[in-house]
Antibody, heavy 121, light 111 residues
Framework: QVQLRQSGPGLVQPSQTLSLTCAIS??????????WNWVRQSPSRGLEWLGR?????????DYAISVKSRITVSPDTSKNQFSLQLNSVTPEDTAVYYC???????????WGQGTLVTVSS | QSALTQPPSASGSPGQSVTISCTGT?????????VSWYQQHPGKAPKLMIY???KRPSGVPDRFSGSKSGNTASLTVSGLQGEDEADYYC???????????FGGGTKLTVL
């Protein structure tokens, strides 16, 4: 059974970088059949897919247009985890952030516990 | 404004059936058999209930079923139980830079 454990700060200052990590147990970040995603949820924006990494001979990355200039999703094969970095955050980035495992055309079957990240000074 | 349109609320009595719709476009719901449905209880992470329009993950009761016609997907919950009271979200693959879009959610109340 796959388990995803998130870690990272719950408070980030405006213009700084939001960084979260998702540790995987029961599967591998290098699996070729699924992708590893970040999704956020806020009252104003609802559920929003942010980006993903997936492996097929190399690691590939896809990002939502809304955050493409600010986001990096990185795998760490040595620790079997993946991370999210979101640069130049504003209060609009305040949300609960989730890491997920998903099928390649969507369908997220495992979720982390969620991290409330507040952007405020 | 969400890319997929869901009714804000739905309700039914225990034992009844209720259907929640999810309307997209010919670029997402209508183009791919890649619609998913999620159940979310307050304070919890969403749980995958249906994927690829009609498939149920292991452990999801067969009271939950999915379908699609044109640009509209539907989730039907049969034999409503109190534990089914939750928010339900749909999503669809878009095959573009957007990759995936969600609906705004439907609050299901069991009367």
């Amino acid at each position: 059974q796959v388990q995803l454990r998130q870690s990272g700060p719950g408070l980030v200052q405006p213009s700084q970088t939001l960084s979260l990590t998702c540790a995987i147990s029961g599967d591998s970040v290098s699996t070729t059949s699924t992708a590893w995603n970040w999704v956020r949820q806020s009252p104003s924006r609802g559920l929003e897919w942010l980006g993903r990494t997936h492996y097929k001979s190399n690691f590939y990355h896809d990002y939502a247009i809304s955050v493409k200039s600010r986001i990096t999703v990185s795998p760490d094969t040595s620790k079997n985890q993946f991370s999210l970095q979101l640069n130049s955050v504003t209060p609009e980035d305040t949300a609960v952030y989730y890491c997920t495992r998903g099928y390649l055309q969507g369908g997220f079957d495992s979720w982390g516990q969620g991290t409330l990240v507040t952007v405020s000074s | 404004q969400s890319a997929l349109t869901q009714p804000p609320s739905a309700s039914g009595s225990p034992g009844q059936s209720v259907t929640i719709s999810c309307t997209g476009t010919s670029s997402d719901v209508g183009a791919y058999d890649a619609v998913s449905w999620y159940q979310q209880h307050p304070g919890k992470a969403p749980k995958l209930m249906i994927y690829e329009v009609i498939k149920r993950p292991s452990g999801v009761p067969d009271r939950f079923s999915g379908s699609k016609s044109g640009n509209t997907a539907s989730l039907t919950v049969s034999g409503l139980q109190g534990e089914d009271e939750a928010d339900y979200y749909c999503s669809s693959y878009t095959g573009s830079n957007t990759f995936l879009v969600f609906g705004g959610g439907t609050k299901l109340t069991v009367l």
